[in-house]
């Protein structure tokens, strides 16, 4: 464990939040961003990556499975912020890319007009893309040369021990003017009593807000596009399905029942940026 600082304004000035399978989510009183303190050490969030589980009073597995319901909610996402997409053409890299749910939305929307790449360091959710026939393996993106037209970060922000530090390194991956689409949650700015639970600490490390992920972003030299924002409960059958399934397990939190009151909130936020051009 190791303590750590707001990574958005460098503050150690926070208050307690939450308690969850013994960590603790604390609120940066500065700018508001909710993160773990203390948390697991970079190497422990690493190995629990790829084994698809995380270490707490009760461990969390994160492998899950995959969500076929999920490729035509991805389809409709990218028809509302790339349009037609017959324009879509390049090098595409989903970073933290699962079971390649968006990389198929990908392929179907774009006419199989992209290359799509797909990194996933959970050895067991590799495997069941690669079955899938899709180009998805794991490799060091520090270390990495090749470039990219677009990078796609889907759930996976909120993952990242440091997001200003992943974000400065991933976008020299970015051919000049690439684009960049993050989607996370906008829930920040929430309180204890109206924020989702459970948090699944620690395998989230951290919840942001539109502000706090614009200004990472706009620091680490993107020009922002737009935010588009969805609910937190998508109408997939699936999404759906799962939901309705945890009204009758005990200790399952469902939101369906604030949806069918509707208490719908817009807080699935995907962020549209584009890699500044540098001055010469």
Aim: net charge neutral; aromatic share 10%.
């Amino acid at each position: 464990m190791e303590n750590v600082s707001c990574y958005n304004c460098g503050s150690t000035d926070a208050t307690p939040f939450a308690m969850e399978n013994g960590y603790s989510l604390t609120k940066c009183t500065k700018c508001g961003l909710l993160y773990v303190n203390p948390r697991p050490s970079n190497e422990e969030i690493e190995q629990a990556h790829r084994l698809g589980q995380h270490r707490g009073l009760k461990p969390v597995e994160t492998t899950g499975y995959y969500d076929f319901s999920k490729v035509s909610s991805y389809v409709r996402t990218l028809r509302d912020i790339f349009g037609s997409g017959r324009d879509l053409r390049g090098r595409w890299l989903d970073i933290g890319c699962g079971y390649g749910e968006f990389m198929l939305a990908l392929k179907k929307f774009s006419g199989n007009g992209l290359d799509v790449i797909g990194v996933e360091p959970n050895v067991h959710k590799t495997a069941a893309a690669k079955k899938k026939g899709l180009n998805v393996s794991y490799f060091d993106l520090d270390g990495h040369t090749e470039k990219y037209d677009y990078i796609s970060i889907l759930n996976v922000y909120s993952h990242l021990p440091d997001p200003p530090k992943a974000l400065a390194a991933w976008k020299r991956l970015l051919t000049p003017g690439g684009q960049l689409l993050l989607e996370t949650g906008d829930t920040a700015d929430m309180s204890p009593e109206t924020h989702p639970t459970p948090y699944y600490l620690p395998d989230h490390l951290s919840f942001g807000s539109e502000s706090i992920v614009v200004r990472v972003l706009e620091n680490a030299g993107f020009q922002i596009l737009e935010v588009q924002k969805y609910p937190e409960v998508r109408e997939t059958p699936m999404a759906i399905f799962r939901e309705a399934l945890k009204v009758v397990v005990p200790g399952k939190h469902s939101r369906i029942m604030r949806v069918l009151k509707g208490d719908v909130r817009r807080i699935d936020m995907y962020v549209h940026a584009r890699l500044e051009p540098q001055p010469s």
